[in-house]
């Protein structure tokens, strides 16, 4: 099977984790009998010095020319990089906003799992960790508070800065379908995430998604307030299966959830359209203290490789195939440093993408 795949390398460590995902492909490639073409593409920080702009629509449109778009991490470091000192508009993470909308990109799956070999890089306690967690947090990305009416003015006297957060019915209608439809396929229980006792949005948000469960009356659905999720998480990880949630709160929660895991280098992340096509994503950030020292842990970028396999390309042997590596490499004691532990062997970035890759089967 021949397929393009966009490669959005980024900024920071981004080139370093991507390159190490695209060798664990090119194994998949040569031992499956496929064909990945890539197509490199500037966003982010590298696009504003080589375009004055994060994102241009050249890159737009290569990239709904491709597949899949598979990208690393973007932006810099906010209080000495010059890109910070630009306008939002033209800032870094303003290309990540425009081409989530510009591709339609409204579901962000971001799994959320404690492997067995790394439960003591766990900051839980033992009793908690012990019990492991695998959850997926889907998080709205396209509407809500990022995408509201922005601004800032002097209303009598006083600067005053004004962000609207708005969500209509048929954006709330569509993420709720896809965590229901992920739900079945795993554990068939729904966790909703709003602020109803506050926000009419989310008592929209709320009367929506009850309305969507009536179709899937397999799966359990309960209802969560943000603050109390956010202490559950840290309380009872293994009571959450799907979880589902509007733009903001998503953005914070899987977070949270990924540093309960042991490191955010671990996980990966998957923004999807309507249909197949998806942009695929480590969930941590450019980390600029540490690029070009190949010190960056790589395994997040691999496994969102092995979600584009699977949600896109429909290899699901394939893609076990790759989290199957990343196993093997794990049980073998490797670990780069953000995941070290005592007795086990130290890797570069570059060292845990080969050993991954040579154990693709």
Known sequence: MNKKIAVIKGDGIGPEIVTEAMKVLDSVAEKYGHSFEYDQLLMGGCSIDANGVPLTDETIERCKSADAVLMGSIGGDTTTSPWYKLPPELRPEAGLLKIRKSLGLFANLRPSVLYPQLAGACPLKEEISAKGFDMLIMRELTGGLYFGEHKTEEVDGVM???????????????????????????????????????????????????????????????????????????????????????????DILSDEASMITGSIGMLASASMNETKFGLYEPSGG??????GQNKANPIATILSAAMMLRYSFDMSEEADAVENAVNKALNSGYRTGDIMSEGMKTVSCSEMGSLIAQAID
């Open 160 to 250: 005053t800065a004004v962000d609207t957060l708005r969500y209509d019915e048929n954006e709330i209608r569509r993420i709720a379908v896809k965590a229901f439809e992920v739900a079945m396929k795993r554990s068939r229980k729904v966790t909703s995430v709003d602020k109803a006792n506050v926000l009419d949005s989310s008592r929209l948000w709320r009367r929506v998604v009850t309305e969507v469960s009536e179709s899937y009356p397999e799966v359990e659905l309960e209802h969560m307030l943000v603050d109390n999720c956010a202490m559950q998480l840290v309380k009872d990880p293994a009571q959450f299966d799907v979880m589902v949630t509007e733009n903001m709160f998503g």
């Open 286 to 291: 450019s980390a600029p203290d540490i690029a």
